[in-house]
């Protein structure tokens, strides 16, 4: 049973989804329900955070990489090319200011 449990809590969207506070606090009252010895609640606790700092980063990097894929494919400029823009713009009116000087 507790194997099934952890399975079902280890599930990586809907551990991703939750707070730090809430993985821990359904940690602890799992913990307490299943009256589970000091040592095992902490190799628990321990493992399940674990897993949900996995989960938490992978999730990052999808959604970093979906919307990286979105805007190059609907070609929006992103920050850095902005600022390269920018720095490209202030050139050209430093170069003509100069020209006219």
Known sequence: ML?????????GVGLALKTREEVEEIANDWIQRQ??????????????MGKYDDSRGKMEERIEKVVADFLSRVNIATR????????????????????DA
């Open 3 to 11: 194997e099934m449990l952890k399975k079902a809590m280890f599930t």
């Open 80 to 99: 850095e090319e902005l600022d390269a823009v920018k720095d490209d713009v202030a050139l050209l009116k430093k170069a003509m200011n100069a020209k």
């Open 35 to 48: 009256k589970m010895s000091e040592e095992d609640g902490r190799k628990f606790m321990s493992d399940l």
